[in-house]
């Protein structure tokens, strides 16, 4: 298989994927415009067939965006996720600067590994990551939240991202880890680094920078698994190096890449799910009026936010060897694509799916995808989220947007979506 890094090719040339639909213009998941407003063109091309190849920085890439053909990818058996099946000089196995990456022969995470070594692994932090550690966690992310809006109160107007969203989750997991409360700072600092630093191949200088936090991620983690086998301790950091199943343990290389998976992935997917919901919300009056009314729906609320505006856009699979992906015949080694967001409003499975409706039954949604890499930080999530607005919406008597929400500002793309900025104007409960 050959490198192409040339966008301007047509994907479709490409014999893998002879005679698939050309995605239209407006999929672009790279561009700000795109992660700003998708939904008008995700609809056509679910109308269209719901299925159409694109041309990726890595060569071209088929795009699912029907609920049954996606959530049939997610537990396909006949793709796979790790690179290290593809061919040694294939660009998504290498990467960009594949000479200057140190990790580019290292075991990927399990988030990018296939059973049955997937499963091995998953087992292991699944013993760590109980439903009742995170259970045991309410009381504590209730107080995170009320301090963090201590720290803003008196103010009239607050940007909820900067206040809330972006600083909450990374306290909660550096406190279930049991890292220092000194080094959150540096935590956030490169998760952000990390996150999208391979987004644009040409700009060296990012992927540089993404790589020598990981690096330096690594490090920390290096010290503090030595620290915790020497004198375990209560936290996430020590059941993961006493987690052991059947006589199997996780091996000191494994430790710090679980560590850093946990640390990024419960990260900046948390803060976009606290900011696109809330922006959905208060874009939606009569809902918060109906969440005044029964604070009892916030639990339902932040389900129907996950499907209405998820934080994790899609997620890839390769072919692993020629088949036909929903319908279309597809070569060997193709990247696939499922568009979440997409099939969160796909009107086969959800009534009136661009309806925001936090009373909806029974929601259904692929924001935490699906088959054997189902989040693990599902129900984290959803606490955190649940239990933040909660506090926010007791602190307050009144909040609005301070922003038309056709202007708010979204991040670059890639695989999250979520907000720069969410300015908000408030007013605190007397004695709140
Ligand atoms: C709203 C917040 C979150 C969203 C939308 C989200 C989304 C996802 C998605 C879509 C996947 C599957 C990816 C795939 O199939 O390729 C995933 C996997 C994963 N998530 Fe989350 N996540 C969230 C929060 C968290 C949190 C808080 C943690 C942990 C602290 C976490 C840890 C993980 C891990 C470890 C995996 C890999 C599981 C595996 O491969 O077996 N996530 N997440």
Redesign the pocket.
């Known amino acids: 298989m050959t490198a192409t890094d040339d966008r301007t090719q047509d994907p479709a040339a490409d014999p893998r994927v002879e005679g698939l639909r050309h995605a239209p213009g407006g999929y672009d998941p790279t561009s700000v415009d795109y992660v700003a407003d998708p939904h008008e063109v995700l609809r056509q091309m679910r109308e269209d067939g719901g299925v159409h190849v694109y041309q990726a920085h890595q060569g071209p890439r088929v795009v699912l965006t029907r609920w049954a053909d996606v959530e049939a990818l997610?537990r396909s058996k006949d793709v796979f996720?790790d690179v290290r099946k593809l061919a040694p000089d294939d660009p998504r196995r290498v990467g960009v600067l594949p000479d200057e990456n140190p990790m580019a022969s290292a075991a990927p995470?399990?988030?990018g590994?296939d059973a049955p070594e997937?499963d091995r692994l998953?087992r292991l932090?699944n013993r760590a990551?109980t439903p009742r550690a995170v259970e045991a966690l309410t009381p504590r992310i209730e107080e995170i939240a009320d301090r963090l809006l201590d720290e803003v109160a008196g103010q009239d107007e607050i940007d909820f991202m900067e206040a809330l969203a972006i600083p909450l989750?990374v306290i909660v997991?550096s406190e279930?880890l049991g890292v220092d409360p000194e080094d959150r700072a540096q935590f956030k600092q490169w998760s952000l680094t990390m996150v999208n630093s391979d987004l644009r191949p040409d700009d060296h200088d990012r992927i540089r920078r993404g790589r020598a936090a990981r690096q330096a991620m690594r490090a920390y983690f290096d010290r503090v698994v030595a620290q915790r086998r020497e004198a375990p301790g209560e936290d996430l950091i020590s059941a993961l190096v006493l987690a052991e199943e059947e006589g199997d343990r996780l091996t000191h290389e494994e430790t710090l890449t679980m560590l850093g998976?946990?640390l990024n992935?419960?990260?900046l997917?948390?803060t976009?799910?606290l900011g696109n919901g809330l922006l959905a919300l208060l874009s939606h009056p009569g809902q918060v009026e109906a969440l005044r009314e029964r604070p009892e729906l916030m639990a339902n609320a932040v389900e129907e936010m996950?499907r209405y505006t998820?934080?994790?856009l899609g997620?890839?699979r390769t072919t692993a060897h020629p088949q036909e992906v929903a319908g279309c015949p597809v070569g060997q080694h193709v990247s696939v694509s499922g568009s979440?967001i997409s099939a969160n409003r796909d009107p086969e499975v959800v009534e009136d799916p661009d309806r925001f409706d936090i009373t909806r039954d029974e929601i259904r949604y692929l924001?935490?995808?699906?088959?054997?890499?189902?989040?693990?930080?599902?129900n984290?999530?959803?606490n955190?989220?649940r239990l933040t607005l909660e506090r926010l919406f007791h602190r307050y008597s009144d909040i609005r947007l301070a922003v038309d929400p056709a202007q708010a500002e979204w991040r670059g793309g890639g695989a999250f979506r979520g907000l720069e900025r969410l300015p908000l104007r408030v007013t605190t409960r007397t004695g709140g």
């Open positions: 997610l996720k995470s399990i988030l590994l997937h998953r932090v990551f989750p997991i279930m998976l946990l992935a419960g990260n997917t948390t976009d799910l996950l998820p934080p994790v997620t890839g979440v924001s935490f995808g699906g088959g054997i890499h189902f989040c693990l930080g599902a984290l999530a959803r955190e989220a």
